[in-house]
């Protein structure tokens, strides 16, 4: 008696189950393309805060040990009420005697992006600005301004000055020096320290948009942070961070 031969069909895919597989895939590769620059760019984002917090925070201890009542008074004679002033930045006569942080202690130690064996190189630092916050001619009452930046190599960085007007809720109108506000600085307010970051610049219109209303509805003489490199402005400022505390200086 023969016995019938069993087969076997084996299982596999039809054409249009792979068809349909390849398709699938291919719209989950394409969202994972779309959204991963928008996370590095996120988190190009978040490292500048973090870093930025702490330049600003490491420059406010250095501002504290290094500057005195005796340099503010004898540089900057204090008016009533006082304004900010320039304490520490990248211009030469900034970095000399009688300025109390000098190039070194300006800078916060970096490997240069291009070559990480090489020795530390300062493309990271912060900008000090000060003023005396009392009227009181006695009282030892002083407000610092530390900016953090992130510069590319060759270029200084530096506080200058602008006048503002006000705008609208979190605009304002710069009617000196456009031409150094850029997108990401902070604009401070001379008078008290109240600042609000550049968000949007319209150079032909002489118009920013702030992130926030400025503190106070303040307006008036100001500071911006600028990166200058081979004797132009960067097109976007380095500012990463800002910090500002009122303090008492040593004699």
């Not at 009227?135 to 530390?146: F, K």
Request: hydrophobic content about 40%.
């Amino acid at each position: 008696m023969s016995q019938a031969m069993k087969t076997t069909r084996r299982g596999g895919f039809s054409l249009a189950e792979l068809m349909i597989a390849i398709g699938i895939m291919g719209v989950g590769i394409t969202l994972v393309a779309t959204i991963f620059p928008t996370a590095l760019k996120q988190n190009e984002f978040s490292n500048n805060d973090t870093m930025g917090t702490l330049i600003a925070e490491n420059g406010l201890a250095m501002a504290q040990a290094l500057v005195t009542k005796s340099f503010m008074n004898t540089t900057y004679p204090p008016s009533t009420p006082d304004t900010l002033h320039v304490i520490a930045d990248e211009e030469p006569n900034h970095c000399a005697a009688p300025y109390p942080i000098d190039a070194n202690q300006q800078h916060y130690p970096t490997f240069p992006l291009a070559d990480p064996n090489a020795a530390y190189a300062p493309y990271q630092g912060y900008v000090v600005l000060g003023r005396k916050a009392s009227t009181d001619a006695n009282a030892n009452d002083y407000q610092l301004v530390v900016v953090s930046y992130a510069k590319r190599a060759g270029g200084i960085v530096k506080a200058e000055s602008v006048d503002a007007s006000i705008l609208g809720s979190n605009k304002l109108n710069i009617t000196n020096n456009m031409a150094a506000v850029k997108v990401g600085t902070p604009i401070i307010m001379k008078a008290n320290g109240a600042y609000a970051t550049v968000t949007d610049a319209n150079a032909s219109a002489s118009e920013v948009t702030l992130d926030r209303a400025m503190p106070g509805g303040a307006a008036g003489p100001a500071y911006v942070i600028v990166e200058e490199v081979s004797g132009n402005n960067a097109a976007k400022s380095p500012a990463i961070g800002t910090a500002v505390i009122e303090t008492q200086l040593r004699p």
